[in-house]
């Protein structure tokens, strides 16, 4: 029962930590802001732009970018990403969302920064976003007789819009808050970053009473709650887990199939990466644990890329949803890119 007792009491450890340190100034206005893209941008007018007939270069970044913007795990993309390929968008810009939401959402990319560093951020950003463009490509060429087809299909119109200029700074007020406290005071007293994060919550709110009415804010509210519902719970148990993890698994496992810089150990990073599943931001805590343990940074980087958007059970998934031939080329692609850039940056990058 001893070993049992320290099992959960480093798991209650790491969750101590997490709470004390990244909840208040890191992922409350990090939700705020997934809650108002959801709200205030106009999907209609992005599914425009991701039409099968549209500019692959202009639909792919697009893609890209606004799935930056989309914080959802692995299971919970599919449905968006086939919501938009069944209603029109191209088979390239489908994926591209599939891949990007879960591998690097702004929720993921504010929580790595928050814990590994602005470096590992930077890099995790360029790689996801260059992965995004070469499964977009591949996927649109191997299917490209698919997408003649589909081309024929009528467009969506574009209503309106993508976006009012006041919700545009309502949304650069909700950045500012999430970057300022966790990188402008980041090397700085906890309560200095409170400090920043507070005048940055009473500037928002202040002008969103003034400048949204109170329905849309009320949305926004409601938008921001799902998140917090969906993803939070799951934060908490994969961080308690994550403590457990550190706490048995030994350092010299990781080092010999983990360690370096190899191509193997990059590879192996994205095959756990397929096999586990990660809730969105869970994999940062993970990833943490795993370098401590002496884990390379280039299969950090590997697994912090195909951890949060593949899993056995999102295959299988997508494999259902999608078709059996797209289920497996873009399983295949993602484990050939992450292996790739894994051992690329960790020879040439770190």
Not at 20 to 40: D, E, Q, R, S
Not at 134 to 149: D, H, P
Not at 331 to 338: Q, W
Request: aromatic content about 14%.
């Amino acid at each position: 029962m001893s070993f049992v007792y320290e099992l959960v009491g480093a798991g209650l450890i790491a969750l101590k930590e997490y709470v004390a340190l990244h909840v208040l100034t890191c992922l409350i206005p990090a939700f705020l802001l997934a809650g108002a893209i959801v709200t205030f941008i106009s999907r209609e007018s992005i599914i425009y732009y991701l039409g099968a007939v549209a500019n692959k270069v202009r639909s792919f970044a697009l893609a890209s970018g606004g799935s930056f913007f989309v914080a959802a795990c692995s299971c919970t993309v599919i449905p968006v990403s086939s919501g938009l390929y069944y209603a029109g968008a191209g088979v390239g810009a489908a994926f591209i969302v599939l891949w990007v939401a879960p591998a690097s959402n702004i929720l993921a990319i504010i929580y790595t920064g928050a814990l590994l560093g602005s470096k590992m951020v930077i890099v995790r950003m360029v790689a996801a976003l260059s992965m995004a463009f070469i499964v977009g490509f591949v996927m649109s060429y191997l299917f490209r007789k698919e997408e003649a087809i589909r081309s024929s299909f009528p467009s969506l119109k574009r209503e309106g819009s993508i976006i009012g200029k006041k919700e545009v700074i309502l949304l650069i007020l909700l950045v500012l808050t999430l970057l300022s406290p966790n990188y402008l005071v980041a090397k700085g007293p906890y309560s200095h970053k409170v400090l920043v994060w507070a005048i940055g919550m009473v500037v928002t709110f202040l002008y969103a009473l003034k400048a949204i009415d109170r329905e849309r804010i009320r949305r926004w509210f409601d938008e921001t709650w799902w998140f917090v519902r969906m993803i939070f719970p799951l934060l908490l148990i994969g961080v308690f887990i994550v403590g457990i993890i550190g706490r048995v698994l030994p350092s010299s496992f990781v080092e010999k199939y983990l360690g370096g810089a190899s191509l193997f150990s990059s590879w192996f990073a994205t095959v756990i990466g397929q096999l586990m599943y990660f809730a969105t931001m869970t994999e940062a805590p993970f990833v943490h644990k795993m370098l401590e343990l002496g884990m390379g940074k280039g299969p950090a980087l590997a697994l912090l890329l195909t951890g949060p958007g593949m899993s056995l059970p999102n295959i299988l998934a997508i494999i259902r949803v999608f078709g059996v031939k797209k289920g497996v080329v873009y399983a295949f692609l993602i484990m050939c890119l992450g292996a790739f850039v894994g051992w690329f940056t960790g020879n040439y990058v770190f």
